[in-house]
């Protein structure tokens, strides 16, 4: 354990260094700011006393060893644009984009776990039928779309005029078939102060109203995913020895089927859960586009409009960050859920 | 592969014959993907003779023309059948030329990946050591980092670095290099993993003994046997591909405007969701989904054909 445990950390490092070479050249790659901050009107002697205090004018090696001794007293500098340090810009955002995930990680949880479970278990009916379908379509569904489809249904609304307007029944179908709309749609309305240093839109119905729409197209994305996961562990699972022995023992059903076997198939999801991390970041910055959600995905990608270079930095490192300390986790998790697996780095 | 003799008329019989063929005649939702897909791919590639107008021509646009409704809305235009896009272009025309776009960056997206991820593969599955410990632990934080994310990231650094006139003119290989570049390392495993099944097996110390070189085995032996996992991931690729690129056309890190994918056109559309014409928007994504879940579903039939003993999970 202790080895493993040395070995992910090396391992971690490893990554970590890679990922700061990358920050480092995307930071050479980005445009130059120096016009950017000055304008268009700054003499040659401005922008080279400028070039000077931001360290452009050095070799690329004293940048990177100043780069990379920095990044690891957590200093990547000030934002270009606002003015602040980088990491205290994302720390002001990344909460919105957290919540976003929370709340969207919450539906697809409540969600998928009944759907996987009772398409396994009746695998004959409509329901799971329709079920099953819908997760092969929802697969090729780009979220930007689930996104929008939202918004026209449940923001802007739709009003059906199929039926002839001047009969009592057309009437009544076109009324049945349109809806309002009026769903907030974009940004994150007033989120409520909460402990003097959180700002959150959990704490009242109007910010849970603005939390709805985005955390539902990124849930939905992520649903057929986790709905043909369950699906397929719970089918394997029910067919084992142990399942079998627990029926014939005349446990009831859903002790059974919540009990014993979804222990087994938890495994899986919390992998997946894992290695969807990167995936996930990228919805959100696709989410955040679409419902103008202030989160660090919207902010990055303001960023690199405005080549503001430490924050598009700050923002991959404390992305690679997250990754590595998931990926390590989740490693962890798997080993303690799975006492099976050696982890000592030899194959099992 | 060689016929024995390489009349036509043997090949016919060996593909009526084959094991292919019968799963296609007992597999309904294959026989109507596969149709589907046929039909859009013909549609396609004629799309300069059955579209309405040329989208690119400006002399067939009209401002006034601009966010006409499809055909089953009120206030429709017979010319337009699916309605115009805000700048009075017809949206069908738009939608196939867009579509087209889509599929040729898929296209060669894919290429570049199994091109780059097929050779790096056989050398780490094949060479072993410190070769093999490098290439995939890079495969491993790139797919950690999800290709996606690291299309966007990559995209976001050359877009910023060229700026977007650059990206104007060469959207297609930009994108197709960058889609590329992230997805190699699918491949590289896939390929790796049945190397290192197939150098194992006898044939390869055969060649061995007869004192071929390392390259003529990885490439003239070694290869042709691992060529059913490329061609099944290949198709699950074209998808992923066609995706990542709408991700980074809908970003404003694709296509641009003017010679619009499908993505863009959903990005340009976004903007007239709000004033009611959700046309433009949601039909070229209807297009996109269609696409998408076509090659999907083709490429999960591939899979349980080629490959019975995988567990479709």
């Known amino acids: 354990m202790i080895f493993f445990l040395m070995r992910r950390l090396l391992q971690a490092v490893a990554v970590m260094f890679v990922i700061s070479v990358i920050g480092f050249a995307v930071q050479g790659g980005l445009g130059d700011p120096v016009p950017q901050m000055l304008g268009p009107t700054a003499t040659d002697a401005e922008s080279a006393a400028l070039r000077h205090s931001l360290g452009l004018d050095r070799p690329l090696w004293m940048q990177y060893l100043h780069f990379a001794g920095n990044a690891v007293k957590l200093n990547f500098g000030d934002s270009y644009f606002f003015h602040e340090p980088a990491l205290d810009v994302i720390a002001r955002y990344l909460p919105a984009t957290l919540e976003l995930v929370a709340a969207s990680a919450v539906i697809t949880l409540l969600l998928s776990v009944p759907m996987g479970i ?231 | 592969m060689s016929f024995e003799n390489g009349t036509p008329s043997t090949a016919w019989r060996r593909f009526r014959d084959s094991y292919f063929l019968y799963r296609l005649q007992r597999d309904r939702r294959a026989q109507v993907c596969l149709l589907l897909f046929g039909l859009l791919m013909v549609g396609l590639l004629l799309t300069p003779w059955i579209a309405p107008s040329n989208p690119y021509d400006l002399a067939q646009i009209s401002l006034l023309d601009s966010e006409l409704p499809p055909f089953w809305v009120a206030g429709s235009e017979p010319g337009h ?75 976001a650094v050359v877009k910023a670095a060229f700026g977007g006139a650059f990206y104007g003119e060469y959207g297609i290989a930009i994108l197709i290099t960058i889609i590329g570049l992230s997805e190699w390392p699918q491949y590289a495993r896939t390929v790796r993993a049945s190397v290192l099944a197939e150098k194992r097996k006898d044939y390869v110390d055969a060649a061995r003994v007869l004192g071929f070189s390392g390259h003529r085995i990885m490439w003239r032996h070694i290869l042709p046997n691992t060529l059913s996992p490329i061609l099944v991931l290949s198709t699950v690729q074209i998808a992923n591909a066609i995706m990542a690129e709408a991700a980074l056309s809908f970003l404003g890190l694709g296509m641009p405007e003017t010679e619009p994918s499908l993505g863009s056109l959903i990005k340009s559309g976004f903007d007239y969701l709000q004033s009611g014409s959700w046309w433009i928007t949601l039909l070229p994504g209807l297009l996109l989904v269609m696409l998408v879940l076509v090659v999907n579903l083709l490429g999960d039939w591939l899979r349980d054909t080629m490959n019975p003993r995988l567990y479709k999970g």
């Open chain 1, 118 to 348: 009772f398409c396994a278990i009746r695998p004959r009916s409509w329901l799971s039928r329709g079920l099953m379908g819908l997760s092969l379509i929802g697969i090729s569904v780009p979220i930007f779309l689930t996104a929008m489809v939202l918004i026209q249904l449940f923001s802007i609304g739709v009003q059906v005029t199929l039926f002839p307007m001047d009969t009592g029944w057309g009437q009544w179908l076109n009324q049945l078939l349109s809806i309002d709309g009026g769903m907030p749609a974009y940004g994150r309305g007033n989120p409520i102060h909460v402990w003097g240093v959180w700002y959150t839109n959990f704490a009242s119905w109007q910010g849970l109203l603005y939390l709805l729409l985005p955390a539902l197209s990124l849930a939905f994305v992520m649903l057929p995913l986790f709905v043909r996961l369950i699906h397929a562990e719970m089918v394997e699972v029910l067919e084992s020895d142990y399942v079998k022995y627990a029926r014939a023992r005349g446990l009831r059903p859903s002790r059974i089927y919540f009990l014993h076997a979804l222990k087994n198939t938890l495994l899986p999801v919390v992998t997946l859960g894992g290695v969807q991390i990167g995936t996930l970041v990228a919805y959100t910055l696709l989410t955040e586009t679409v419902f103008q959600w202030p989160g660090a995905g919207l902010m990055f990608l303001d960023a690199i409009e405005r080549a503001d270079m430490p924050l598009v930095v700050a923002y991959l490192m404390v992305v690679g960050l997250m990754f590595v300390v998931t990926n390590t986790l989740v490693d962890l998790l798997y080993r303690v859920l799975n006492p099976r697996v050696t982890l000592s780095g030899r194959s099992a």
């Open chain 2, 81 to 155: 059948l699916l309605g115009t896009d805000a700048q009075g272009r017809d949206l069908l025309s738009t939608m196939l030329y867009g579509a087209r776009v889509s599929l040729a960056i898929g296209f060669g997206a894919v290429l570049v990946q199994s091109l780059l991820g097929t050779a790096l593969g056989l050398l780490a599955g094949y060479r072993g050591g410190v070769v093999d410990a490098l290439l995939m632990r890079v495969a491993d934080i790139q797919l950690s980092f999800s290709t996606l994310m690291m299309a966007i990231i990559v995209g």
